[in-house]
């Protein structure tokens, strides 16, 4: 579904990522590990083109998408839950929600796909009148989730899904993100420093480091039950 071949990328004249190579396969989780600093959020954020590259390919379901707006990869399929939730915390659980949906215009799907979010995050539709600035960590992490899923992706970007989270919240939130893949074969590049996070939820990953893939491994899935 996405093939990223040769990708350099960084901010202005400040290279962070050399030479990238990447595959994430349909219906798959694919894991990017790394430690903080090495570059997976550049790398999120081209890909969901928030930045522009400054050489390289980007491939989605066949299309090269190197260049392409980011509003256009979103109405094409593509929602990342970016690190550190950035939610709009004087708004409501429900308005950020909706705030996931900007690009659609079929009401009627979005109110389904809204009930279906309330289904799986059960607190957030109890906080749904709530500021979302009120919000707890995990709660918020399931708010930016449950935003990234209003615009009916097919390829979810998961970017930092345990940061400074307790670890009970982060194997419900794993519990929860398996149940999603499964529901919507949803294909999902999660990104994580926890090594034990990625090797819950995936068949297959990569190491970053230093702004290069270093490592592509397959592992035995050692998700929760």
């Not at 990447?22 to 590990?33: H, R």
């Not at 998408?65 to 970016?82: A, D, H, L």
């Not at 279906?116 to 009148?129: A, C, D, G, N």
């Not at 794993?174 to 819950?200: F, G, M, N, P, S």
């Amino acid at each position: 579904m996405l093939e990223i071949s040769n990708l350099n990328g960084g901010y202005g004249v400040v290279q962070v990522i050399w030479e990238i190579n990447l595959t994430v396969k349909q219906g798959e989780i694919t894991a990017l590990i790394g430690s903080n600093g090495v570059g997976k959020t550049t790398l999120m954020r081209t890909i969901a083109g928030n930045i522009l590259p400054m050489g390289g390919r980007i491939l989605y379901k066949g299309e090269d998408i190197t260049y392409q707006p980011q509003t256009r990869r979103v109405k094409n399929g593509i929602s990342m839950i970016p690190e550190g939730r950035q939610l709009y915390a004087g708004m409501t659980v429900e308005d950020n929600l909706l705030m996931g949906a900007y690009t659609r215009s079929d009401k009627a799907a979005i109110q389904k796909d809204k009930e279906w979010v309330y289904s799986i995050f059960s607190i957030l539709e109890e906080r749904r009148s709530q500021l979302a600035g009120t919000l707890s960590g995990g709660e918020s992490q399931m708010c930016a989730i449950g935003r990234g899923l209003m615009s009916d992706p097919q390829l979810l970007l998961v970017d930092e899904l345990s940061l400074g989270l307790a670890p009970v919240v982060v194997d419900q939130l794993i519990q929860i993100l398996t149940k999603i893949h499964r529901e919507k074969r949803l294909t999902v590049l999660l990104v994580d420093q926890d090594v034990q996070t990625a090797l819950q939820i995936s068949r297959r990953g990569y190491v970053i480091d230093n702004g290069r893939i270093v490592l592509e491994k397959e592992w035995r899935l050692k998700r929760l039950t």
